[in-house]
């Protein structure tokens, strides 16, 4: 058999061997299948869970720190599997998984720049604190230094301004830029909140109407406080 008449037999079969891998595999997760196990038992329980333990850290933020609370933003996501395909995206392994999504902004006085984040970093030097940044991190002690006038930009010259902390990625704090008369970085409005579906999809702003333009008048900096995205319920397909 020439190699032409080998490859135009081999053709039809691995298609025909595709759509029947295809068709093997589980289909999306119905909208009804994701909203009974959204508002089942279990994931209630997780969620409540989940989101006192986010809203507990930012009351000991906003109770042990100089900064300010204004505003809190909650996402709550909950998003069925995807049909099972040969060449999997990972999104086909779970019948539902749901992702909690909080930030909260603070407002804070930018003439004590220096001061409040040094008072971040008293509060997270205590041996219980939930906050992760305390004095032993030292480009936060580089960025406190630069606020006051002893040192220059943390990142090296030439940087600028800092304007974040990172704790490996499980929280972030970031702040107004406030130093120069040129374009700074500055923390942006929260995305608009999508339609409140509970509880497949809830999006809450607290208090309802705040903005980071209003706290950015009241006090003149604006930080914000950022969690790692919560993975808090997923039903996996067996």
């Known amino acids: 058999m020439t190699g032409t008449a080998r490859r135009a037999l081999l053709l ?13 595999g589980a289909g999306a997760t119905s909208e009804k299948t994701v909203r009974s196990l959204a508002g089942g038992a279990e994931a ?14 930012i009351a000991a933020w906003d109770d042990d720190t100089p900064l300010t609370l204004g505003m809190v933003v909650v996402e709550d996501r909950c998003a069925g599997g995807e049909a099972q395909e040969l060449f999997s995206s990972g999104d086909d392994r779970y019948e539902i998984r ?3 999504y909080v930030s909260a902004y603070f407002g804070a006085d930018p003439r004590r720049a220096a001061d409040t984040l040094d008072g971040v970093l008293d509060a997270g030097d205590r041996e219980t604190s939930v906050i992760p940044f305390g004095h032993d991190f030292l480009y936060a002690r580089k960025v406190v230094d630069y606020y006051r006038g002893r040192t220059g930009d943390p990142q090296g010259p030439g940087t600028g301004e800092p304007s974040e902390l990172d704790a490996a990625g499980d ?17 942006e409005e929260p995305r608009p909140c999508a339609p409140h579906a509970p509880p497949v999809r809830r999006c809450l702003r607290e208090p309802a109407g705040a903005d980071v333009a209003a706290l950015r008048r009241t006090y003149g900096m604006v930080f914000r406080l950022t969690f790692l995205t919560d993975g808090y319920f997923t039903v996996w397909r067996k």
């Open 12 to 24: 039809p079969l691995c298609g025909a061997l595709l759509l029947a891998l295809t068709a093997c």
């Open 98 to 100: 749901c992702l909690l």
């Open 44 to 57: 209630v329980r997780a969620r409540t869970a989940a989101e006192t333990a986010r809203r507990d850290a």
């Open 171 to 187: 929280v972030t704090l970031d702040w107004d830029q406030v130093r120069g008369a040129g374009t700074r970085r500055l923390i």
